[in-house]
């Protein structure tokens, strides 16, 4: 088929099971970012696309065609003594990894030019967790950006209109027009942007479990392995964890909640959990994909070091600083982050032991409670949220409770409350009855081409 074809014949190519070439993809995809491509069209091209998925070689091109719709950022010019590296999520609840990943990565010596999101469903936005900081800029100017990348290591800030804009129209449209749920729509759309911003490694973190965006462990393993083997046919080397979310990552979900537990682990005042644990293999395999580091084993030591030091924290206060928030933060949070009025204990009906969890509706019970989205445009409550939630296997009774709500209100919190106790089920088990899920199920190693 001929690059210079009309849409609607390369749709009917499509929709008739022939592949689609490079030329005709890149061709397709300039003009949903130009506009010359109707909403109709575009819609009809998720749909074949959609029912009749891509090859490898045509994910690959859409990939490379989202990327460079718009700016690709480069850093060559600014000559910085490392590699610029980061970290993509597929979602999760109490998913925090991002606040202290960035920081620490940069004080190992690479550079993270982040660009995050705000929440998605009822899983929480690394954004929307920043913007609990008064004074946080999550939109500076393209100078500001790259001093920032250069002066602290690391910032993270939101996408802008130039990155990868025909993602933007693109996925507007796959929501209203049930083609969201499609392996080379997502893989396209997740690496288009991350690609965009010119690193020299990814790592990505593809959850699984119930409070994953894909539904069962084979979805997730097909969408991180397809994830790895595109990233790097497009030439970024790249690894790919697959890490459970069968239960929230930290101990606690919300907006302010998670950036005091970031300030928490950064300023090793907490030294264990999963978090930390899935934090650091994230960040060892970016030190390793980078050059920073010769083997998994130095990474590890090196990581420890810097958060150790107090170099890992000392790069989050740089960056928060560096875009408006308060310079001491770290100090005093307690003054800085917004705190709900109403807080209670959650009991369970009955005491025992958690056995298993919908992280899902904890998730959303986050949302119901305000901090998160009904709707594009709903304002957040940052101050809401959970904190000291029981993790599977653990015993919960009449002192220990399933966890603690951060509500704006009596009524809120009671709603919550009842949310919590449906998704969290305890039974009279002792601790070797429950099966804990691995946390690192998987880790996929390609280097680019
Ligand atoms: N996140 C994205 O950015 N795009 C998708 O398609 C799904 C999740």
């Not at 930290?250 to 030294?271: H, Q, S």
């Not at 264990?272 to 994230?282: C, F, I, K, Q, Y």
Request: glycine residues 10%; charged residues 20%; aromatic residues 2%.
């Amino acid at each position: 088929m001929s690059a210079r074809a009309l849409p609607q014949e390369l749709i009917r190519a499509k929709r008739d099971g022939e592949a689609l070439s490079p030329e005709a993809i890149r061709e397709l995809v300039g003009g949903i970012s130009d506009g010359s491509l109707s909403d109709a069209q575009v819609g009809a091209l998720a749909m074949v696309i959609y029912l009749n998925g891509m090859s490898s070689a045509e994910t690959v091109a859409l990939t490379e065609a989202v990327r460079d719709s718009g700016e690709v950022l480069a850093w060559t010019d600014l000559e910085l003594p490392g590699p610029v590296l980061d970290k993509h999520s597929t979602g999760g609840v109490g998913d925090l990894v991002s606040l202290v990943l960035g920081p620490w990565v940069a004080a190992c010596g690479g550079f993270v030019p982040m660009v995050s999101g705000r929440g998605l469903g009822h899983t929480g936005g690394t954004l929307d967790k920043l913007e609990s900081i008064p004074g946080y800029d999550i939109a500076p100017s393209r100078e500001r950006f790259r001093h920032l990348v250069c002066e602290a290591g690391v910032a993270i800030v939101g996408q802008t209109a130039e990155l990868a804009p025909a993602d933007r129209r693109l996925y507007a449209i796959r929501d209203v027009t049930a083609t969201v749920e499609s392996l080379p729509l997502i893989v396209s759309s997740i690496l288009g942007k991350k690609l965009a911003c010119g690193l020299d490694a990814l790592v990505m973190d593809v959850k699984t479990g119930s409070g994953a965006f894909m539904p069962t462990h084979e979805a997730s393993f097909e969408l991180a392995s397809t994830i790895a083997e595109v990233a790097s046919r497009a030439g970024t080397p790249i690894t790919a964890l697959l890490t459970d979310m069968s239960q929230p990552l930290a101990p606690c979900a919300g907006n302010a909640v998670e950036v005091r537990e970031a300030i928490a682990l950064l300023t090793c005042e907490k030294r264990d959990g999963r978090l930390l644990e899935v934090t650091r293999a994230l960040a060892a395999e970016l030190l390793l994909a980078g050059g920073l580091a010769d083997s998994r084993d130095a990474a590890l030591v090196l990581l420890d070091d810097r958060l150790a030091s107090g170099a890992a924290a000392e790069r989050f206060a740089r960056m928060v600083a560096g875009l408006g928030g308060p310079a001491d933060l770290l100090e005093r949070h307690d003054r800085y982050l917004p705190q709900a009025p109403i807080v209670h204990p959650v009991h369970a009906e009955r005491s025992g032991r958690v056995t298993q969890m919908d992280t899902r509706a904890v998730g959303l019970a986050i949302v119901a409670l305000g901090g998160g989205r009904r709707a594009p445009h709903d304002a957040i409550d940052p101050a809401v949220g959970l904190t000291g939630i029981a993790a599977l296997g653990e015993a919960v009774d009449g002192e220990r409770p399933l966890a603690w709500v951060h509500a704006r209100s009596e009524a809120d919190a009671k709603h919550a409350a009842a949310q919590l106790k449906a998704a969290i089920e305890v039974n009279d088990v002792t601790a070797g009855d429950v099966r804990l899920p691995t946390l690192i199920q998987d880790v996929i190693r390609r280097e680019a081409p």
